[in-house]
Nanobody
């Protein structure tokens, strides 16, 4: 059973920052494209950002310039730095590993509210 373990969610005021982390088994991390998705209540799960094994990144238009995805190959961890958070960023955030097959984390709640 492959486990992706997210951490770092919480409650933050609009304009604030959070950093999400996702610990990944090494056998998966070095071969798989890593991504962050989110799902708000009543909405479909959507891609937020992803990063290839060689560090090429891709962002949703709604977070471009505010969020940064990165991967630490020594720690087998992928991060999502979220700045200038808005109420519409409120969602459960999921870590994802993809290489044809796909693995998901359990999700971490991010709430942006004053």
């Amino acid at each position: 059973q492959v486990q992706l373990v997210e951490s770092g969610g919480g409650l933050v005021q609009p304009g604030g920052s959070l950093r999400l982390s996702c610990a990944v088994p090494g056998s998966i991390f070095r071969l798989y494209r890593m991504g962050w998705y989110r799902q708000a209540p009543g909405k479909q799960r959507e891609l937020v950002a992803d990063i290839s094994t060689v560090g090429r990144t891709n962002y949703a238009d709604s977070v471009e310039g505010r969020f940064t995805i990165s991967r630490d190959n020594a720690k087998n961890t992928v991060y999502l730095q979220m700045n200038s958070l808005k109420p519409e960023d409120t969602a459960v955030y999921y870590c994802n590993a993809y290489r044809g097959d796909m693995y998901w984390g359990q999700g971490t709640q991010v709430t942006v509210s004053s």
